[in-house]
């Protein structure tokens, strides 16, 4: 999975430049990208994974001593990301069950390019038991995003509340820990935004970046602050409505949309229509939103063998010592 080598991450410093390298390709990526695409998310949570991948490689190589409370802020901060692994896990399995349903609607309209009114009817009936079924994933998804979210620790930490000596501590993971939680903060406020749930007036609007502190190598810091307000940016000149942002959702809903506008119009007149092109778009739509769905599914059970895996050896690691 991973891209770089784990060599790369064996010093603090080397960490660091990880963390920026990763970061600036994420924010290229975005910028060629539709909003909140599936592609975009699935590099998000591909990093999510690799930074953790590479805090454990780093945890292994800097002799940290055994028995004291960094081993408390690793687990604290692998404990967030499989708790909020769970959340998103659950958010993207309500997509699937909301394009599942569709199937009826592109079961009736099977090699079937021309609509009389009495199959007309039923297609419409199928269209909107699939449009329950979206308020019913958005509904839900509101729901899970207020009931567990909170309890994710979705907030940046002030860098000026700790001092050089802070940061140093524990051979520098002090301040690695520190940068992992404000990076990975970010990350999970856009895969959540993205797939669960997301108010735009509040899900993006921290402050956590105006000041840069110079305890450390702090680039890092000036490309979370880039993605940050990149996407702040979007959202504000998208004029984003509460709800799951994930670009493909929002593109399905607009051809189910256009495909019942028009089915409706014939009725009205009596006509019989040819409906085969927006046909193939929508299942065109659904495919797409199916495919990446199940690939980020994928990917959450594998992060979650991993944080097991990486678990087990921090502590083997603490018993050998």
């Known amino acids: 999975m991973m891209s770089h080598s784990n060599s790369t991450t064996c010093s603090v410093n080397g960490f660091y430049n990880f963390l920026t390298q990763e970061l600036d390709n994420l924010d290229h990526l975005f910028l060629?990208?539709?909003?909140?695409?599936?592609?975009?998310?699935?590099?998000?949570?591909?990093?999510?994974?690799?930074?953790?991948?590479?805090l454990t490689v780093l945890v292994q190589k800097l002799?940290?001593?055994?028995g004291e409370k960094w081993v408390d802020e690793y687990m604290?901060?692998?404990?967030?990301?499989?708790?909020?692994?769970?959340?998103?896990?659950?958010g993207v399995s309500g997509i699937e069950n909301y394009y599942s349903s569709a199937i009826n609607v592109t079961n009736l309209l099977h090699e079937r390019p021309g609509l009389n009114q009495q199959l007309s009817r039923r297609v419409?009936?199928?269209?909107?038991?699939?449009?329950?079924?979206?308020?019913?994933?958005?509904?839900?998804?509101?729901?899970?995003?207020?009931?567990?979210?909170?309890?994710?620790?979705?907030?940046?930490?002030?860098m000026n509340v700790m001092s050089e000596s802070k940061f140093s501590k524990y051979n520098g993971f002090r301040g690695v820990i520190y940068a992992m939680r404000n990076v990975t903060t970010l990350l999970l406020m856009i895969l959540l935004s993205g797939l669960v749930y997301c108010w735009p007036e509040t899900s993006?609007?921290?402050?956590?970046?105006?000041?840069?502190?110079?305890?450390?190598?702090?680039?890092?810091m000036v490309s979370t602050a880039t993605l940050h307000q990149r996407v702040v940016n979007s959202i504000n000149h998208l004029e984003m409505q509460p709800g799951i942002l994930v670009y493909?959702?929002?593109?399905?809903?607009?051809?189910?949309?256009?495909?019942?506008?028009?089915?409706?119009?014939?009725?009205?007149?009596?006509?019989?229509?040819d409906v085969y092109d927006k046909v193939e778009n929508l299942k065109s739509c659904f495919g797409?939103?199916?495919?990446?769905?199940?690939?980020?599914?994928?990917?959450?059970?594998?992060?979650?063998?991993?944080?097991?895996?990486?678990?087990?050896?921090?502590?083997?690691?603490?018993?050998?010592?």
């Open 76 to 90: 604290d901060e692998s404990s967030r990301l499989w708790e909020a692994c769970h959340v998103l896990k659950t």
């Open 288 to 321: 797409v939103l199916q495919c990446g769905s199940e690939g980020i599914i994928r990917q959450l059970d594998d992060f979650f063998d991993e944080i097991v895996e990486s678990r087990k050896k921090v502590l083997n690691m603490c018993s050998h010592r």
């Open 248 to 273: 493909e959702l929002k593109r399905t809903k607009f051809a189910m949309d256009e495909l019942k506008m028009e089915i409706e119009r014939a009725m009205e007149y009596e006509s019989e229509i």
């Open 63 to 66: 002799h940290l001593p055994v």
């Open 32 to 54: 060629s990208q539709n909003f909140m695409s599936i592609r975009f998310l699935q590099n998000v949570l591909t990093s999510l994974r690799s930074f953790h991948s590479h």
């Open 204 to 220: 993006f609007c921290q402050r956590g970046y105006e000041e840069i502190n110079s305890v450390f190598n702090s680039s890092f």
């Open 124 to 158: 419409i009936r199928a269209i909107n038991g699939c449009q329950r079924e979206m308020i019913a994933l958005q509904e839900d998804n509101k729901i899970l995003a207020e009931t567990r979210m909170g309890n994710l620790c979705l907030k940046f930490e002030e």
